[in-house]
């Protein structure tokens, strides 16, 4: 199994709602990444986990809260977002000195 | 601070043309580099990657990228384009050692006119 898989694959959220990405993988990588990209630009990291820990976060705002309950799965908890923070949201994962692999996204729209 | 510049935000080849996507990195350390690609409304693939093993890295599709330490640089090729080519290709680089982050080039559109 070679796959991160994201769900939902589709969000429309208002500015008041709290929901949740989730991201899994079973290739028993360590690390596990959030992304945000925006149309026509590239992805742009947010956090990175290391061995379950917050390793990075790329100065996000709050409103972006990651979890990593356990080595396979990922969460970014959204709470009060803003329409600006509509994107595609990528998650991957990674051994150490491999290729990140990802998934296909969460379209995300915030009205 | 590790980065990558990717020289052309778009590049029109013909059908059956060469494809030469550019890419140079800045690095303080031996870098791991990356190409990926990204179809419409999808997450993005790996094309090839150099983990500091062959300079001349081969990877999926037919694509081919050369390490080049003296003029930082890893350009991706392919001998003869194929309308599936027609994509986002990014450039990416990552220090070695440990988890860390992989950083995107700015992409590029490849074209492919029939």
């Known amino acids: 199994d070679t796959e991160v898989t994201q769900t939902p694959k589709h969000l429309v959220m208002g500015m008041t709602n709290k929901k949740s990405l989730k991201c899994e993988q079973h290739?028993?990588?360590?690390?596990m990444y959030w992304y945000k990209q925006k149309a026509k630009k590239p992805p742009e990291l947010m956090f990175v986990y290391s061995y379950e820990k917050l390793s990075i976060n790329e100065s996000v705002p709050s409103r972006f809260s990651p979890e990593c309950p356990n080595s396979s799965l990922l969460n970014l908890h959204l709470h009060a977002l803003q329409p600006e923070d509509s994107a595609l949201y990528l998650c991957?994962?990674?051994?150490?000195?491999?290729?990140?692999?990802f998934g296909q996204g969460t379209r995300l729209t915030v009205v | 601070a590790q980065s990558v510049t990717q020289l052309g935000s778009h590049v029109s080849v013909s059908e059956g043309a060469l494809v030469l996507l550019r890419c140079n990195y800045s690095?303080?350390?031996?870098?791991?580099l990356f190409w990926y690609v990204q179809y419409p409304n999808q997450g993005l693939q790996l094309l090839l990657k150099y983990t500091s093993a062959a300079t001349l890295v081969k990877g999926i599709n037919g694509f081919e990228a050369e390490f080049k330490k003296s003029e930082t640089s890893f350009h991706l090729t392919k001998p003869s384009a194929h309308m599936s080519d027609a994509a986002e290709y990014f450039c990416a680089v990552s220090e070695t050692g440990g988890y860390q982050k992989v950083t995107f080039g700015t992409g590029t559109k490849l074209q492919v006119i029939p």
């Open positions: 290739m028993g990588h360590r690390a």
């Open positions: 690095s303080s350390v031996p870098p791991y």
């Open positions: 991957a994962s990674r051994a150490v000195g491999t290729e990140a692999f």
